[in-house]
């Protein structure tokens, strides 16, 4: 087997000349699948027995807390694979993609506080999976940060890679703490998205806005890669020639 | 350089350097302090409370002492001298840990027994708690040296490895404060102190490589 | 002392930030020889040596040594190798002795006293390293030269801050290893008088 694409895969040359048209037509793609999928979930797909209109949340809480915990797992193996094979474009990988897990965690914590109000009667119970996502939340913002202080960008990027591994390799005891911590205090008995056997009419809106809003989030990183490189081969002539080409 | 010459080097610089270590105890103490006179000196609420505010005080103090572990040897170049010196950086800097963690966590052990009677914890978790802080304390060290080599080179660092830091330990918090509330409800306990062997275990597998990684990143 | 060890360069490409120090830099340094480093202010002299010594790492290139590649894992240069930085790992808090018995647990005590009064340093052995001045703290960290065994020095402008006599002390003691078949490589501004010494000049 060749490994020819893993090293181009590295070079961020090659990833921006290929990649250069994917993130506008992904990120449309992704905002139909998901307004299509918020539209049918919140107007049309039939109201819940138990909880009313109000489960109509997990049709943006499910989807982000989904892309949360994705974001964080790709930011783990980027970390990885940035350690072992020291490959150019891990580092980038990373600075694109945790504010943008950061902002899903940010939204799935809106969400399920909005729907905790008229399920539990407050904006915030210490339930398994809010509590999960918040420490999420948190390892985000270690890394936005320390990105952010560190000057050296080499220590900033291997930095960012150590935390992400770390991460990843404590993201599931973290989960496992919080829940078995959650059964000791037993906070709430009603647990968002953990519904039995949903009907299809509802599970298919939700499936939809997952998928749209996973390819949202790949149009957004991949714009927001390429705007990485572009900054951070400024010296490369390639760079050079693409600016002034696109820009005249 | 040998390892034992370099173990021996750092146990006495921290010994002269004594009052760096009393004040991490001193803050631990004060951090317990905040408890009864910030939320409430009652009995009934300290005494099933008294397992978490220790852990909470020492996650802090600990933090605290770790955060500038290696400050001095990056300002005076010994930083760079344990990279080049052909030993094991890995291993070199597990015996800092071990030193850092036995000067830290005797004088802790030491106090618990007045703080945890001023807290009214329960006497027969009292030895929970002791175990708790045997098994669950070598991964804060362990975790937080990552850290702490990552944010060697700012001159403000603390907040940031804190920020950073913090996050990590909370599954250690989850189990050692839970093994303490099993065994005041005579509750089995044993399985989260295996859970917090276990952690730390995991962080002896890993800290020392990260650690190295990180040191050898920050000193350039 | 040994037979003739090589320690070869090539093809190296070191870049600090967004520069480039050096690319392409090929040369050979062989027992017996002295290589002088020099350069303007921010040229790349400090980057070279730590480079070499493995404390930072190249872009691009090969280091050899004794017929090995130690590009990737520099063990076998620095178990042979003493690098003294600007800042030269002295602990502060530690005493003259208590220092140079960190870096040389095995040196005697005759052994050790015999080199610091080499150094006329002996009557501080027993003082903290903060209450030295710079000089003072300087033949401390080159007293590990008298102590060392090792055959490569990478030495980074090892003759700052000493006095006319430290110099000339030094010199002395670097004549005297690559007599006896060491290798020397050293940043300075200073003119070597006793010393046949190659040049290698960085440029910006
Ligand atoms: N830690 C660092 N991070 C980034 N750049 C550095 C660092 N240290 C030095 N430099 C840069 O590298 C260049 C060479 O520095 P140095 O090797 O110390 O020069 P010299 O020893 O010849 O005076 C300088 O331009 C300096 O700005
Ligand atoms: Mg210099």
Redesign the pocket.
């Known amino acids: 087997m060749s490994w020819a694409w893993f090293h181009k895969l590295g070079s961020p040359r090659w990833f921006f000349l290929w990649t250069k048209s994917w993130a506008l037509p992904l990120f449309c793609l992704g905002m139909v699948c998901l307004l299509l999928g918020l539209v049918w979930g919140l107007a049309f797909a039939p109201t819940d027995y138990q909880q009313g209109n109000s489960y109509r949340i997990i049709y943006i809480h499910v989807p982000a807390a989904l892309l949360a915990q994705s974001c964080y797992l790709s930011l783990g193996i980027a970390g990885f694979v940035f350690l072992v094979w020291r490959m150019k474009m891990a580092p980038i990988f990373i600075n694109a993609v945790a504010p943008i897990g950061a902002v899903m965690a940010l939204m799935a914590l809106v969400s399920g506080a909005i729907w905790g109000k008229p399920t539990w009667g407050t904006w915030w119970v210490w339930d398994a999976r809010l509590t999960s996502v918040l420490v999420l939340f948190l390892l985000y913002m270690g890394i936005i940060a320390i990105q952010n202080t560190l000057e ?1 960008i080499v220590l900033a990027d291997k930095a960012a890679a150590l935390i992400s591994v770390l991460g990843l390799i404590n993201l599931p005891i973290i989960k496992y703490s919080v829940e078995w911590w959650n059964t000791l205090h037993q906070a709430a008995t009603f647990t968002l998205t953990e519904k039995p056997a949903m009907p299809v009419e509802m599970w298919m809106p939700l499936l939809i806005s997952v998928i749209g809003l996973y390819l949202v989030v790949a149009g957004l990183a991949l714009w927001r890669m390429q705007s990485y490189i572009l900054e951070r081969e400024h010296r490369a002539s390639w760079v050079k020639q693409e600016v002034v080409g696109d820009g005249l | 350089m040998t390892y034992f010459s370099y173990f021996k080097a750092e146990f006495l610089v921290l010994l002269r350097r004594k009052q760096d270590v009393i004040n991490a105890l001193l803050f631990f103490i004060t951090v317990i302090v905040l408890f009864p006179l910030g939320v409430s000196p009652s009995p009934i609420f300290l005494a099933p409370a008294a397992g978490g505010i220790i852990w909470c005080a020492l996650v802090l103090a600990i933090l605290m002492a770790i955060e500038s572990m290696f400050k001095e040897d990056y300002n005076d170049g010994s930083l760079e001298q344990l990279v080049v010196s052909g030993l094991s950086l890995p291993l070199l800097v597990l015996l800092k840990i071990l030193v850092l963690w036995s000067v830290i966590v005797i004088p802790l052990l030491l106090m618990l027994p007045l703080l945890s009677a001023m807290l009214y914890l329960p006497e027969g978790s009292f030895w929970v708690l002791v175990a708790t802080l045997l098994v669950g304390s070598p991964s804060l060290f362990l975790i937080g040296a990552i850290g702490s080599a990552l944010t060697v080179s700012l001159k403000q660092g603390a907040m940031l490895m804190l920020l950073v830091i913090l996050p990590f330990y909370l599954p250690v918090v989850v189990f050692a404060t839970g093994a303490i509330k099993a065994a005041q409800e005579g509750l089995p306990y044993s399985g989260l102190l295996a859970m917090l062997l276990a952690i730390s275990l995991l962080s002896l597998v890993l800290s020392p490589v990260m650690t190295a990684i990180s040191v050898k990143a920050s000193v ?1 | 002392m040994q037979s003739i060890v090589s320690l070869t360069i090539s093809d190296l490409w070191i870049e ?2 967004d ?1 480039d ?1 050096c690319k392409g830099l090929f040369f050979e340094l062989k027992s017996g020889q002295v290589m002088r480093v020099l ?10 040596l ?1 480079v070499i010594a493995g404390v930072i790492a190249p872009l691009e290139g090969q280091i050899q040594y004794a017929g090995q590649d130690v590009t990737h894992d520099r063990k076998i240069l620095q178990q042979d190798a003493i690098y003294i930085g600007h800042s030269a790992g002295i602990k502060s808090v530690l005493t003259v002795e208590e220092n140079l018995r960190r870096y040389y647990p095995s040196a005697s005590a005759d052994e050790l006293e015999a080199v610091l009064d080499n150094l006329s340093i002996l009557d501080l052995a027993d003082t903290p390293a903060k209450k030295l001045s710079a000089g003072q703290t300087r033949r401390v960290a080159l007293a590990r030269l008298w102590l060392s065994k090792k055959n490569v020095w990478l030495l ?1 402008e090892p003759f700052a801050a000493l006095d006319i006599k430290g110099i000339a002390l030094l010199e002395s003691h670097i004549e005297q290893h690559v007599l006896a078949g060491g290798l020397v490589m050293l ?1 300075t501004h200073q003119d070597l008088h006793s010393i046949q010494s190659y040049d290698l000049v ?1 440029s ?1």
């Open positions: 050296d | 350039n | 600090r930030g520069r120090l350069g303007e202010n921010g040229a790349g002299k400090s980057s070279l730590k980074d940043t960085l910006p």
